[in-house]
């Protein structure tokens, strides 16, 4: 196994490699920006897995959703906001905003704590020649992450101002494969750099991190899909189906089942559904229920429809002004 994953390493880096030295390398020069290199050999990498991820779903994807759609897709215009927001994360824009604002701040802080004596520990070394290897140490980092992943949205549901932000995310009532990556940027910086940051302090390779975030990017797509699928009674419990997420979605039931409180709901996994199991928030129940947000349904309060408009009412709720 730890071969067929070098192999397929390798192939990759040979795109990268022949990308980057026949476009990105160029560009960096154009523009004054040799200094970048390093820097732009990422974003190379980052931007293929972005083209191969999209390449999957238009080809995997989104026949399945003809195939077997919970619901026939009315508004097609707030499906097509949505597929912005993936372009916009998935190609690498989102990024390179990060890598020309935040991350400057991030080298600084990891520099001092560095110099301080505090190095980063290296989660995979714990037992040599066991959790070193290829296989396992991705495995490790893996499930680490997704523990994380699991108490980042439960906070995005339980903190009222966090829940602001994010319920942009839960006002898609036309969920699809695209409907993944719609969600407030000030949301998004925020999940970013706590992910960074444990990514910093538990010693994740730039691999092996680029690997764990396009598979949980994928597969949280297939989650949002308009997709009537579950795995089976084994299967719903190993990995999370497009039914078990579309109930975290539904109205009413999912991330808020005690009326209008964001603090309870269920189905927070975001690839294993362990967590919810473990601490009392799964429902395996087999329903697919409508989509969207309590007051938006009842109220008909506005969470925007394109995509400045999504972001402009987010700040006005962040601020308690919408």
């Known amino acids: 196994m730890d071969g067929l994953i070098a192999s397929a390493g390798n192939g990759f880096s040979l795109l990268q490699q022949a990308l980057f030295e026949t476009v990105v390398q160029p560009a960096l020069f154009a523009l004054g ?20 991820q999209i390449l999957l779903l238009l080809a995997v994807v989104g026949p399945l959703q003809r195939w077997r759609p919970v619901e026939p897709v009315l ?8 597929m912005l927001y993936t ?31 505090y190095g980063t520990f290296h989660l ?20 680490v992450f997704d523990f994380l992943g699991y108490w980042i949205h439960r906070g995005q549901h ?34 970013d750099s706590l992910l960074v940051l444990a990514a910093q302090l538990i010693g994740v390779a730039p691999g092996q991190f680029i690997v764990i975030v396009a598979l949980t ?12 699928l579950w795995f089976g009674q084994v299967g719903e ?35 294993l559904p362990w967590w919810d199991v473990l601490f009392g928030t799964a429902n395996f129940e087999q329903r697919y229920d409508p989509t969207g947000i309590r007051d938006q349904v009842e109220q008909s309060r506005d969470y925007g429809r394109g995509f400045w408009s999504q972001q402009w009412q987010g700040l006005k709720r962040l601020v308690g002004k919408a």
């Not at 508004?75 to 949505?82: E, K, L, M, N, W």
């Not at 890598?99 to 990891?110: A, K, M, Q, R, S």
């Not at 959790?131 to 980092?141: E, H, K, M, P, R």
């Not at 990995?239 to 997420?245: A, D, K, T």
């Open 237 to 271: 419990r190993l990995w999370v189906s497009p039914r078990f997420h579309r109930l975290h979605h539904s109205v009413g039931v999912g991330h808020e089942p005690a009326g209008t409180n964001p603090a309870k709901g269920r189905n927070f996994g975001v690839l």
């Open 33 to 52: 920006m040799g200094n970048l290199m390093e820097d732009g050999y990422e974003a190379t990498a980052w931007f293929l897995v972005g083209v191969m």
């Open 124 to 143: 995979d070394q714990l037992w040599p020649g066991a959790t070193d290897g290829a296989l396992a140490s991705f495995l490790i980092y893996l499930v």
């Open 75 to 82: 508004d097609r215009a707030t499906v097509r906001t949505d």
């Open 217 to 228: 990017q994928l597969s949280e797509s297939v989650q949002h899909a308009n997709l009537r």
């Open 158 to 191: 339980r903190w009222g101002l966090w829940w602001r932000l994010h319920s942009l995310h839960h006002a898609q009532r036309q969920m699809t494969m695209w409907s993944d990556n719609r969600n407030h940027l000030l949301d998004d910086i925020l999940v």
């Open 87 to 117: 372009l916009i994360h998935r190609l690498g824009v989102f990024r390179i905003a990060l890598f020309f604002t935040l991350e400057p701040l991030f080298d600084e802080g990891f520099g001092t704590l560095r110099t301080a004596g």
